[in-house]
Each structure stands twice: as C-alpha cells, then as structure tokens.
C-alpha cells in the first residue's frame, strides 16, 4: 500500500470521527435547543386546549350505573383488574374506565423479559389503551370506576352512568357501555361503544362539538428507544380515498378521512379501524410526549358529536399484533378470518419499498420458499445471494469487456468530440453511429451496477423489516438475531461518543465486510478495468479504500442479515472478477494485435516483386 493510499485513508477516518464529534457536540445541542423550545410552544397551545377542554368537562359528572342488566355488588371505589386469554394474546383489564393495562402476543417473545411481546407500554394511572375521554383528545381521559361483567371467556363489557350539562345547565343522563369481543386465532378483537340517553330529552352527547376520544396504548412494543435509529414510530392511516399515510411521530395533530389509524413500530402495530368511518372527525392526534424517561407514540381518534334521544352503537374492529403481511392480509378476505371482515386493507401498514416493492415481494417469496428447504434463515441469506450472484454474471462480464470497447473508442471519441464540439447534435448522431458500428451499447456498462443498487436498496428494506427475521438465529453467541446488529461483546458503561455509535456493542461483521469489500476493489483494480488517467485512479482509490471505509461508520449498526448478504456477495464477486479479468485480458490480446490494412498500390507492387 503506497504512501498516498495510506493518507487517503488516514484522512477519511479523521473526517469522518470528526463530523461525528461536530454532531454530537454542536449539531444534536443546536436540534435539541430547537426541539426544546417547539416543545414549550406546544406546551403552551396544549395547556389552552386544556383549559377550554377543563371548562367544558365540568358539566359532567359521572355516577354509578344501576340498571338492571348490569347491576352489580361492585363498590364504587373498588379497583380491579380482568384478564382474557387465547391463544394469541392475553390481556388484562382494569375497571378504571374500563380500558386494558396489558396486553400480550402469546407467539411473539421479547428478548428482553422472556414474556409475550407487550403492546400497552408505558401505562400511568391517567393514561391507558383504548381509554375514553368526554370532547376532544385535549380532555382528561374517564377515571371513575365502572361496572364490570364478563360476559364469557372471550368478552367482557364495562358500563357507567353520567350526567352532562346542556348551555342552561340543565342535567342529561345517558349510558356509556364499552364491550371488548376477542376470538380465538385473531390478532383483531371487536370494540363496541354503546351511548343511549337516560331520559326523554333527547340531548345526545355534545361536548365542544365531539361527543368522546378514543386512544391506542401510549406506546407500543417491544421497548422503544429512539436513539436506535433502525428503530421506529410511525402514524399510519389509510384515507377514504385509498391513499397511505405514513408519518414520523411527532406531537402534532393531523387532518386525515381515514379507513383505519394507528402507531406502527418496525415489527408490530396497533391498527383502529371504525365501522362507519364518517362518523369520525378528521383531526387525529398524534403525541409524542415525554413522561419521565419514557417517550409516548399514542394516536387519538374523535368521533364527532352525538345528536338526539336514539341509541348509537359504534363499532370498531382493533388490530394489535405482527406488522406481517401474513397476518395483516388475512382480513381483506371474509374466508381467511372469522370476524368475515373483507377489504379491511391493513396490509397497507406494511412497510414497503415503493416503486420497487414488486422485486421486495419477489425477494422475500424466493428467500421464504428457501427457509422452507433449509429451515435456517441465515442459510438462506447466503443461498439467496448466492442465486443473485450467478443471475448478474453475465451482465458485469458483458459491462467489463463492454468497458475494454469503450478504452480502444477513446481515440475516435476525441476526435468526434473536437471535430464537432459546437454542434450537439451532430456530436450525439456521429457518437451513436461510432457505437452502432462496433455494436456497443454504452447502457450495458450501467445497467449491471443499477440492478445491483435496486436489489441492495430492495433487500435493505427486505432485511430491515421483514417480520420473519425478528429473533431468527443464525450462529448462536454471535448472531442471535438477524434483524439486528452481531455482537461478540457488550457493555453497560455510557462512553461518549462510542456508544452512540456502537449501542455499546463490539460487532465483527463490519469489519468482515471491510476487509472484503477492499478486497474485491484491490482484483478489479488488478483486472485493469479503471484506466490510467489521474481521474480514474482517483475514482478506484475512493471505490477501493474510502467507501468501504465510509460505509462502516455508516452500516456498523445495520441488520446482520443485510451484512451476511454484503460479505457473501463481495466473496463471490472475488471469484466472478477472476474469471472477468482472465475474459479481459484475452480481449485485450485481441484488440492489441498489429492491423495490416492493405490498399491497392501494396498489392499491385507486391504482384509486380513475385513475378521478377
């Protein structure tokens, strides 16, 4: 390795550790000044809204039901909880409001406490799932005791009476009743929520122009730390309109006609899907706020007020479970779930690839029907790239011997290029003809590295949110789990700026990928397909040396299963580059031998010297 090689290589890593310690030192403060004081303006438009919503709440009072149907010893102030189990989830109740404290995916572990992945995080005593809240989501969530019955083994219904105030404070009483359905084999349970008025003034419920808000759980599992950056927490709805929204958490509220809405994490979500969608307001609430150490991704939902002396009962069917297309898919037909739901589209929470989510779909069969031979999916990580590796050879050979025509072009491009530089046109038609002529396609030479980018871009997203990956072992004591980083070695200590680059953990494929990645640069520079000029020699030491090196700051916490495909392809690509180089040197060899070019004369003199 030359001297020059060596500062290149030196520098970039002393650019690179430097703009980490920029950021952490002078970017991150600045954003946190700034995030802090959007936060007090948010702080103080909270409190107004609360005040207004405090003042509207005071003309109502609750008491405890009495009707026949659900009468029960229950003392007013007595606190309990109830729990309902299937197969998929278990879940607790508390008959505080009536709202679930707990709730597990039986089939889904967290690492972290050995117990079903838990989707009603971060609970406190005035905040809970699926809790209630008289007007708009600014307003107190309900905190009296209700009446409880449990109905059977899978449903369980909550019930209260309370009184409001109309403008001339005169009192309305009326029912408020909340059943929860589950089933077994179904991430989906029923939500129905029952106001009927309580005497014959026909007042309905009205509070500021919303009769009660609905919430999901103020955060969703598993832990959420959001200094993981391949962590996230995102508000998705569906319009009525079919069009996806998908946003960056944030504490700010949203004008959405939706189908459903929820908080989706990297591998679960919570989905709120109303049967009569209009019914709901269009402002949706997103927060984010911060309660003590923990960070809230909750989504509130209002419907709009109830008007009238009639009985309303309004349904909705809730998601909590896997952000997996197998399950998600399972309620857009009737036959395939036995709640008969159709059309429900939740696979829309899945987070796809955009314009290339064909290639993901395609990817994620032939990676999943591999599994099915192997029943590993770090082995078929390896097979799979294997298969892409085989599929693009002929594309990079045809590009390297494509790029040996382009070297002996040169010379006639120069002069094409001086002989009508003023001319564009003609530059272009005289360019194409050149290339016609030797029967070059200069796209050959890009297409083979944008396939490669479209299947690195597809596969990132593949690796990174695939359902199946989660806790899917490969090499026990190293790579546990393929959706996220290796670990050989991890610690406790907070150390600055290393542990916001590691997560406290020592990985080795990064490096593995490095030094293969390097590797594969130094046979492709052997092979001589980057040319001699300053330029280009400048171009292989950045592909060589400084990308590679760029690309482990950047990609040290990725996947494993992303990195596994990285090393495995840079592998095989070191063989493939052999075999291209041995192609190109006998091209070489070709296009080096003399040309005779013989004209009339030579021959007529050549004839003249044989006869004499």
Not at 428 to 440: D, R, S, V, W
Not at 476 to 494: A, C, M, R, T, Y
Not at 504 to 523: A, D, E, M, S
Request: glycine share 6%.
């Amino acid at each position: 390795m030359d001297k020059n090689t060596i500062w290149a290589i030196l520098l970039s890593s002393v650019v690179v550790i430097a703009s980490t310690i920029i950021e952490f030192t002078v970017v991150m403060p600045r954003q946190q000044a700034k995030m802090q004081a959007q936060a007090i303006e948010a702080q103080a438009e909270a409190a107004e809204k609360a005040a207004i919503a405090e003042e509207q709440s005071k003309a109502i009072t609750a008491t405890l039901s009495t009707s026949d149907e659900i009468s029960n010893s229950l003392n007013e102030n007595e606190v309990k909880e109830y729990t309902i189990t299937t197969d998929k989830v278990k879940v607790v109740f508390t008959n505080k409001g009536g709202d679930i404290v707990s709730y597990q995916l039986l089939e889904h572990l967290d690492k972290d406490t050995g117990l079903g992945v838990e989707m009603v995080d971060n609970v406190t005593e005035y905040n809970r799932a699926f809790a209630l809240s008289f007007g708009n989501a600014e307003t107190s969530v309900l905190n009296e005791v209700f009446t409880a019955k449990q109905i059977d083994d899978n449903s369980i219904g909550f019930y209260r009476t309370y009184s409001i105030k109309d403008d001339l404070g005169n009192p309305h009483k009326f029912y408020l009743a909340k059943l929860y359905t589950f089933k077994p084999g179904e991430y989906v349970f029923k939500l129905d929520i029952t106001v009927r008025p309580e005497d014959d003034t026909g007042y309905g419920l009205n509070v500021g122009g919303a009769s009660y808000t609905i919430r999901t759980s103020p955060q969703i599992g598993p832990h959420y730390n959001k200094k993981n950056r391949y962590d996230v927490r995102q508000y998705l709805a569906l319009g009525t309109n079919n069009k996806k929204v998908k946003k960056a958490f944030g504490d700010k509220y949203y004008s959405t006609q939706y189908q459903w809405a929820g908080v989706a994490g990297k591998y679960f979500t919570m989905l709120i899907k109303p049967v009569s969608p209009l019914t709901m307001s269009d402002s949706v609430k997103c927060s984010a706020s911060k309660v003590g150490e923990n960070e809230n991704s909750q989504v509130m939902l209002t419907r709009s007020a109830i008007t009238g002396g009639n009985t309303i009962t309004d349904e909705y069917y809730v998601y909590v479970g896997p952000r997996s297309e197998n399950e998600l898919i399972k309620y857009n037909s009737n036959d395939k779930n036995t709640w008969g739901l159709v059309n429900a589209k939740f696979n829309n929470a899945l987070d796809s690839s955009g314009i290339f989510f064909p290639i993901e779909v395609a990817l994620k069969w032939a990676i999943g029907f591999i599994n099915k031979l192997v029943h590993n999916w770090g082995v078929s990580i390896i097979i799979l790239t294997i298969i892409l590796k085989f599929l693009l050879f002929p594309l990079n050979k045809k590009q390297a011997v494509g790029s040996i025509k382009m070297q002996e072009l040169q010379p006639q491009m120069q002069a094409i290029q001086d002989k009508y530089k003023n001319d564009q046109q003609k530059l272009a038609e005289e360019t194409q003809k050149l290339y016609k002529k030797i029967g070059y396609n200069p796209m050959t030479g890009c297409l083979p590295m944008i396939l490669q980018m479209i299947i690195l871009i597809t596969l990132y997203r593949v690796f990174n949110n695939y359902f199946d990956f989660r806790g899917a072992s490969f090499i026990p004591g190293w790579i546990d789990d393929l959706s996220v980083g290796d670990s050989i070695w991890s610690w406790e200590k907070k150390i600055p700026v290393i542990t916001g680059f590691t997560m406290n953990n020592l990985r080795i494929l990064p490096f593995v990928y490095v030094g293969t990645q390097i590797l594969n640069g130094k046979i492709t520079q052997y092979g001589g397909t980057t040319g001699n000029s300053a330029q280009q020699k400048q171009m292989t030491l950045m592909m060589t040396y400084i990308m590679p090196i760029m690309f482990f700051f950047m990609f040290y916490n990725v996947p494993s299963g992303l990195l596994i495909y990285w090393v495995v392809s840079n592998i095989f690509q070191v063989g493939q580059q052999i075999v291209i180089n041995k192609v190109m040197k006998k091209e070489r060899s070709k296009s080096e031998k003399p040309v005779v070019v013989k004209n009339k004369a030579s021959e007529t003199k050549a004839k003249k010297s044989k006869r004499n």
